[in-house]
């Protein structure tokens, strides 16, 4: 199970880091990632890590702003959001799959809200 949390409001410019903790099993085999989705819009990719913690990667729209990054020791993933947008309003969910990412994947963390207001 996948437990995600540190969604807040903020302002825009300012930044926001979310944790996603796995529970039950160990989750250092698994890619794992985060998605989002606004009102009114579908689910969206926003960033993914290996296994290994190595290669991450993200959607256009975040590079440069968003760092991904897990400690399989603690069974944990974060998401650092910097000089956050209106736009990344949306209820972030992080997710686990053993055979890479997509929008059906193994296990759903139940989301937490960002709000960015301008």
């Known amino acids: 199970q996948l437990q995600a949390s540190g969604g807040g409001l903020v302002q825009a410019g300012g930044s926001l880091r979310l944790s996603c903790a796995a529970s039950?099993?160990?989750?250092?085999?698994?890619?794992m990632g985060w998605f989002r989705q606004a009102p009114g819009k579908e689910r969206e990719f926003v960033a993914g890590?290996?296994?290994?913690?190595?290669?991450?990667y993200y959607v256009d729209s975040v590079k440069g702003r968003f760092t991904i990054s897990r400690d399989n020791a603690k069974n944990t993933m974060y998401l650092q959001m910097n000089s956050l947008k209106p736009e990344d309003t949306a209820v972030y969910y992080c997710?686990?799959?053993?055979?890479?990412?997509?929008?059906?994947?193994?296990?759903w963390g139940q989301g937490t809200q960002v709000t960015v207001s301008s």
């Open positions: 997710a686990a799959d053993r055979n890479g990412l997509g929008l059906i994947n193994d296990y």
């Open positions: 890590i290996s296994w290994s913690g190595g290669k991450p």
């Open positions: 039950g099993r160990s989750f250092s085999r698994y890619e």
